[in-house]
């Protein structure tokens, strides 16, 4: 009987942190920060964009740092630039929700993983972009916050892996930093909207208020 009622306090626990996870998330995601206005002139555009699973910052080429720039694979037709981070796993084997499996999540979300930018290169902007009005004393800092997430070498050398972006428009390097339950993809998108003063969420997991937040259709 002992054995039993072990078996169902851990079903139980089992059932409950997901639940626990979700609720908190949410509660976290719907606290706005810096959501005050100021009176500063915001006349440059940052946006975000989503693939369904990964959110990204996308930068017009004209307003990414020169640091940030050199050593990035492009050509003279890409004019934005959105950039993402994540679980080196969860980026190379799963573009799409239809290719998660329960081994590449678990390993993402538990244990400590190598991590990715995912690099995305754009001649025109997205219809479905939603643009960020930034100052910019802001767009220096997310500029920053991007580049401080690449791994580089001594000599500051971005390193990016070959042949292995999903198309002919994009690109992975080696990032910094491990992925986990509590920094995802999307809330490494907020940390750096919040480091810059920009209106984000407390924290999220998630990519849906972000995008909403920021949506000026």
Known sequence: MSTIRKIKKWLLLIVLIPVAYLLVSLILTFIPVNSKSDY??????????????????IIP???????????????????????G???????LETPTWGDLTMKNAIVALFFKSPTLIHLTRYSIPGGDWAEIKVDQNQLKMINRYIYDSFYTDFENN?????????????????????????????????TGLKCAGVKACLWTPFEFELLSMHDNG
């Open 40 to 57: 500063s002139e915001k006349e440059k555009s940052i946006y975000l964009n989503s693939n369904g699973v990964h959110l990204n910052i």
């Open 158 to 190: 971005k390193s990016m892996l070959n042949n292995k972006g999903y198309s002919n428009n994009d690109d992975f390097y080696v990032a910094e930093g491990s992925y986990s339950f509590y920094k995802t993809c999307n809330s490494w998108v907020n």
């Open 85 to 91: 981070w994540g679980d080196r796993n969860f980026y």
């Open 61 to 83: 080429r004209a307003q990414v740092d020169s640091n940030l720039l050199a050593g990035l694979n492009y050509d003279e037709n890409d004019q934005f630039f959105s950039f």
